[in-house]
């Protein structure tokens, strides 16, 4: 029985769209919103023209956020799915901005990040719950609506989606290392719609050997050139200059000494609230190859995998039916017994190269966070609120111990070159275990941490 087709009228998982919107998203909210367009165009610290905008300047932004009217009623009445989304993207990214542009100020004077404002304002908060409820998610900056797949325009429209070639519909800092932080992400999933093919393939209830071997080999290859995109972000995004923008998609939930009493919605509810910050943990691509792959199987039972799961809740429901089904239809026909049952080896070797990819995937982001991160501030949180030293070795973990799995069964294909393969593993179980004895250190060395990539091999560019 085939996978569904999962739509919410923006965003569509199937194979022609993969986790991108159906088209590109607006560039502009209609000119029944122009007070609101103005504000989000003259809000970043850099503007369009080069001018210093109005987070460049302390309390500025928050007193003309203030001043806006009140959409609420208007929000109510729109049905068209991409005015709703550029809609709930203008009010993330003012919520986020109003909140915490004074922890980013503290944080120039400082070094340290201050505290957030813990109210919203009526006039902000209602109509951004208004427009959260007609998409069906949490009000507050999240990756796929607001501030990455529903916030690129492209310059050249007949040019591709390579970052160069992509704009930022809504921006903080305006600068152009955020440009390619966030447009990268959407480079990357411009490979997406082969994935989503090839695991649409995967899940199938009764699949060949042979179009097995070549769905897993489709899976490798758009992976394979997701990771040659995802190293790209060295170049696109210069690490030294990440903290420029970072304090604005902080989430409230886990950053307890940015929000410490969480975050009231004047006029819509009387207890505070808590959401997780926008992360590139919240993408489709490695969920949906560690539930294709059968990684999910090996995640750790501990709190950080429940953080992991957690961000499950922080994706359109479109998404979410997607990674439901697909688990499902996996759980019944686990991968791995599937390729043992027909002995189908090349199958096999097709999906150790997928783990493969996953491995370097997240070992690569775990650099990111080794050099963006641990290497600019001494906050232990990611934006999403989870511990900074702890959360992607957990996933890494599971991908070795399926790497592991895999290769017992793979002892019986004689083209298997077993004792090659056992040598690059256990290089790379060596360097993740060095690398967390050097973190469980209070006052650790990030620098120390990151040069052990390249002393084992696996440095990402």
Not at 45 to 67: P, V
Not at 377 to 391: C, F, L
Request: glycine share 6%; proline share 6%; aromatic share 12%.
């Amino acid at each position: 029985m085939p996978m569904n087709i999962y739509t919410d009228g923006f965003f569509s998982i199937d194979p022609t769209h993969g986790f991108l919107p159906i088209q590109e998203p607006l560039l502009h909210l209609p000119e029944r919103y122009q007070p609101l367009q103005d504000l989000i165009d003259e809000m970043p610290i850099q503007k369009a023209d080069g001018q210093a905008g109005l987070l460049a300047c302390e309390n500025h932004f928050e007193e003309a956020a203030r001043k806006l009217p009140n959409y609420k009623d208007q929000i109510e009445k729109e049905k068209d799915p991409f005015v709703w989304a550029a809609l709930f993207r203008t009010y993330s990214f003012i919520s986020s901005a109003y909140t915490l542009a004074p922890a980013h100020h503290r944080y120039l004077r400082t070094g340290k990040y201050g505290t957030a404002n813990g109210v919203l304002p009526k006039n902000i908060a209602q109509p951004f719950v208004k427009i959260a409820e007609k998409l069906d998610v949490f009000p507050w900056l999240d990756y796929h609506y607001a501030y990455s797949l529903g916030n690129y325009s492209k310059r050249d429209k007949q040019a591709g989606l390579e970052w160069t070639n992509l704009a930022m519909a809504a921006k903080f800092s305006g600068m152009d290392d955020e440009r390619g932080f966030i447009m990268l992400h959407v480079d990357i999933n411009q490979y997406s719609p082969d994935l989503v093919k090839a695991v649409f393939a995967i899940a199938q209830a009764e699949t060949p050997p042979t179009e097995l071997t070549d769905a897993l080999s489709l899976m490798r290859d758009s992976l394979h050139k997701m990771n040659g995109r995802r190293k790209l972000m060295w170049e696109a995004s210069r690490w030294k200059h990440y903290n420029d923008f970072r304090v604005f998609i902080m989430g409230i939930k886990g950053n307890t000494d940015i929000f410490p009493d969480g975050l009231r919605y004047e006029g819509v509810w009387d207890e505070p609230k808590a959401y997780r910050g926008q992360t590139g943990a919240q993408d489709n691509i490695i969920p949906t190859a560690d539930i294709a792959s059968g990684v999910i199987h090996y995640y750790p039972n501990n709190q950080l995998t429940q953080y992991l799961m957690d961000l499950r809740q922080y994706r359109p429901k479109c998404v979410q039916a997607f990674f439901n089904e697909l688990a499902e239809k996996m759980q019944k026909n686990p991968l791995v017994q599937q390729l043992e049952k027909s002995e189908n080896y090349k199958g096999m070797q097709a999906l150790m190269r997928v783990y493969e990819e996953i491995y370097r995937f997240r070992n690569g982001h775990w650099q990111f966070v080794q050099k963006y991160i641990m290497q600019n501030t001494v906050y232990p949180k990611a934006t999403g609120g989870t511990p900074i030293t702890s959360w992607i070795p957990n996933q890494i973990k599971a991908v070795l111990k399926a790497m592991k799995v895999l290769s017992l069964a793979l002892e019986k294909d004689p083209q298997w070159d077993s004792v090659n393969w056992q040598e690059t593993y256990e290089r790379k179980v060596s360097l993740l275990n060095k690398q967390l004895a050097l973190v469980a250190v209070e006052a650790f060395d990030p620098q120390a941490v990151f040069e052990l990539n390249k002393i084992h091999g696996e440095q990402d560019f």
